[in-house]
């Protein structure tokens, strides 16, 4: 069927358009723990970051409320399941690449990801910086605010505050520019 290539197409496009960026988050979360361990991609898609993750030799497990992008991941071998209260097992690394700001209780989410980790468990965050000169300076024009698509803008601080609340202790915090390359 035309429609079907045509999509699966403009996802391998999208893939591969964030693959420099996947290296990078890769290389930070490499940083943080080397393989063995078993990082859990909260918000994985159709897991572009755990494909890349295992392929470093993580044992990998994604959560993805989007059944097609599930479907598309369970494509390449990936397990993803629909909800976090579905994972059963410890993890090592719990990443959240843009999705905790999606999340309408970002403390609970946290709190719950809190008791899947080991002992000496790694939760790496990214999320859009609502106190970016950008975002101050550009206000409702600003492209990451998106009132219709995320629950929270996230600041520093703020970030900082649900994170300790949630259990965690805060290693390194910080605000980056934008990258022109990716």
């Not at 391998?12 to 890769?26: D, G, T, V």
């Not at 078993?38 to 030799?57: H, M, N």
């Not at 993890?91 to 899947?116: F, K, N, R, Y």
Request: charged content about 25%; overall charge neutral.
């Amino acid at each position: 069927n035309h429609d079907i290539f045509q999509q699966e197409t403009a996802a391998e496009m999208r893939r591969w358009s964030r693959m420099p960026e996947q290296i990078k988050l890769l290389r930070d979360v490499l940083a943080l723990r080397q393989p063995p361990a078993t990082i859990l991609d909260v918000g994985c898609d159709r897991a572009p970051f755990l494909d890349e993750a295992r392929r470093f030799g993580y044992t990998v497990v994604g959560v993805e409320p989007s059944e097609s992008a599930r479907k598309d991941a369970g494509k390449i071998g990936i397990s993803v399941v629909p909800h976090i209260d579905n994972i059963k097992q410890v993890v090592d690394i719990a990443v959240l690449w843009h999705s905790l700001e999606h999340t309408g209780d970002p403390l609970a989410m946290l709190q719950s990801l809190h008791t899947l980790l080991s002992s000496d468990g790694i939760i790496a965050i990214r999320v859009p910086d609502f106190g970016s000169l950008w975002s101050r300076l550009l206000k409702q024009r600003w492209i990451w605010f998106q009132p219709e698509n995320h629950c929270y803008h996230f600041t520093v601080q703020s970030l900082k505050n649900v994170v300790e609340r949630a259990g965690f202790d805060v290693i390194t915090i910080r605000s980056q520019r934008p990258s022109n390359g990716l």
